[in-house]
Nanobody, 127 residues
Framework: QVQLVESGGGSVQAGGSLRLSCAVFGYTYDTYSMGWFRQAPGKEREGVAAIDIDGMTTYANSVKGRFTISQDSAKNTMYLQMNSLKPEDTASYYC?????????????????????WGQGTQVTVSS
């Protein structure tokens, strides 16, 4: 069983930065992809970024140039560095994990490409 624990959320003013972390516990697969999704109140969950074991990444257009996804395999941890934050980035951010590489190889941030999910961490950006 794979368990994901997010941290690093908080409240910042527009233009500020935050770094989210997602630690992976339990069983880990030899191949994997991981992703960040977010959901604002009253809106559908949307993909933000994904990364796989080979370091291939994909980003939503809305965050390109502002967010950077990375990983530290030795620590079983994935990160999302968020710069130039905007009020519309306000949402609960969720970490996701799967043993397949579908999101990065297809360049599609689909929630159904991931089998394991964290509980989420809140990011609030004020204007």
């Amino acid at each position: 069983q794979v368990q994901l624990v997010e941290s690093g959320g908080g409240s910042v003013q527009a233009g500020g930065s935050l770094r989210l972390s997602c630690a992976v516990f339990g069983y880990t697969y030899d191949t994997y992809s991981m992703g960040w999704f977010r959901q604002a109140p009253g809106k559908e969950r949307e993909g933000v970024a994904a990364i796989d074991i080979d370091g291939m990444t994909t980003y939503a257009n809305s965050v390109k140039g502002r967010f950077t996804i990375s990983q530290d395999s030795a620590k079983n941890t994935m990160y999302l560095q968020m710069n130039s934050l905007k009020p519309e980035d306000t949402a609960s951010y969720y970490c996701a994990y799967d043993y397949r590489l579908r999101a990065t190889r297809a360049g599609q941030l689909r929630a159904d490409f991931f089998n394991y999910w964290g509980q989420g961490t809140q990011v609030t950006v004020s204007s």
